[in-house]
């Protein structure tokens, strides 16, 4: 008999002793049944106790043998302090490696959740875009939109641009420049982009803060960037409306009226100034308690009248172009213009203009009928800004007591000089 065909015996042979013992020792535990519950106590009770007395034997036993062990000899000795010299080098490691998760990945309780917050904070703000103005802005509620004061201040109809491009005018808005906070309401609802405002926010020193929108605005493409810093202190002065978050981190121009987030993602501030190392941000809980004192008392608003003269109308009719009221505007068209258009192919024209700003309008010489008008259009084509420059005249004709245009001659000036802006 060889060796191996030895083992396989010793191995059949232990393996149904261990199977008969088993059968045994089930018998033993099952019947008689009416003392089965009795016996599942009494033998988990009395293995629990073996188990643990032997636990403890053998605990005591080693620690008996860790505390000989150097006095055995010299080279024990050596060992032990090599042994301490390791133990404490990983436990220092240990923490150094917990103060970097924790500087890195926030506190203890916001290691996982930080996953992918990035992604969805670039997902979720959408750039502000007014006439001479350009900011970001959140959603608080499925159809509104937080921003700073100052990113819409004088713009009555500012544009909202989607991470995918497309872009909403806005259709009404309240705001107070004093705490430079700004709420924008549109018609569509998107309630998948919404951040929730906290009641309370409870930022520890040093914890990693992320502040998201979009540098230099339209002026430079592509998905909104994300900063990364950490919490200085909260700031508030018996002057101020709203209390601020200190921070690290750095704001470029265009970012103003961005979340600033927890590194879950979760919303504790407004992006609103920085300096070179320095940037403060409302405080979220100060957002949500301003909201209810939030009026359209200092939010611009169209004023037009074109009736008054066929300088007012172009004006006017320019300015409905910018507010995306194209009804308006179609109806400032005279019945000779609108035999050659319709109001569908009209307002195809424009599908692409965010912006529009009239630099100049004026009775055009000697007449009573036509107005010169320089302009400007902003317009939004694959996720970039074009500019284009016009001149020329409209000749407007009085129908229902309203100038309205007749007939055009309309250029677009390539390269305008400085003094054309004057």
């Not at 265009?254 to 407004?270: F, I, K, N, Y």
């Not at 609103?272 to 190392?277: D, E, F, Q, S």
């Not at 694959?382 to 309203?402: A, I, K, N, R």
Request: charged residues 25%.
């Amino acid at each position: 008999m060889d060796y191996f065909e030895k083992a396989s015996n010793k191995l059949k042979a232990r393996w149904q002793n261990l199977i008969k013992r088993l059968r045994a020792y089930f018998k033993r535990l099952l019947f008689p049944l009416r003392y089965f519950p009795l016996k599942l106590v009494t033998y988990s009770a009395y293995y629990l106790v073996k188990f643990a007395f032997l636990m403890l034997f053998s605990l005591i036993k080693v620690i008996f043998e860790i505390v000989l062990f150097p006095f055995k000899s010299l080279k024990n000795v050596l060992k032990s302090f090599f042994i301490i010299g390791l133990l404490m080098y990983m436990i220092a490691s240990l923490f150094v490696i917990a103060d970097y998760l924790r500087t890195q990945y926030g506190y203890y309780g916001k290691f996982l959740c930080s996953f992918e917050a990035k992604e969805r904070l670039r997902n979720s703000v959408v750039r502000i875009v007014g006439g001479y103005s350009e900011g970001t802005g959140f959603f608080i509620s499925k159809n509104q939109i937080v921003t700073n004061f100052h990113v819409i201040a004088d713009e009555p109809a500012p544009k909202v641009i989607f991470p995918d491009g497309s872009f909403v005018t806005v259709v009404s808005m309240v705001g107070d420049s004093m705490s430079d906070l700004a709420i924008l309401y549109i018609e569509e609802e998107y309630p998948d982009l919404v951040f929730k405002l906290p009641d309370k926010i409870n930022l520890r020193e040093d914890e990693p803060v992320l502040a998201t929108g979009y540098p230099m605005g339209t002026q430079l493409n592509g998905d909104a960037t994300t900063l990364k810093g950490s919490f200085i202190d909260y700031r508030k002065s018996k002057y101020d409306k709203v209390g601020y978050i200190q921070t690290s981190i750095s704001l470029a121009g265009g970012m103003s009226g961005g979340p600033l987030t927890d590194q879950c993602g979760e919303l504790v501030g407004v992006n609103t100034m920085g300096l070179a190392g320095l940037s403060l941000f409302i405080s979220a809980e100060d957002v949500k308690a301003s909201i209810p004192y939030l009026y359209d008392w200092e939010v611009a608003k169209i004023a037009v009248d074109p009736s008054a003269s066929p300088e007012e109308s172009v004006r006017a009719f320019y300015t409905y172009l910018k507010a995306r009221r194209m009804e308006d505007g179609f109806r400032l068209l005279s019945q000779e213009y609108l035999q050659k258009t319709d109001f569908e192919e009209w307002t195809n024209r424009f599908t692409d203009i965010l912006d529009v700003t009239v630099v100049l309008a004026e009775r055009y010489e000697n007449t009573d009928d036509t107005a010169f008008v320089k302009f400007i259009t902003k317009n939004w084509n694959d996720g970039e800004v074009d500019y284009h420059y016009y001149e020329g005249t409209w000749t407007m004709v009085v129908e229902e007591g309203v100038y309205k245009i007749q007939k055009g001659n309309i250029k677009e000036v390539e390269y305008p000089e400085w003094d054309w802006f004057y």
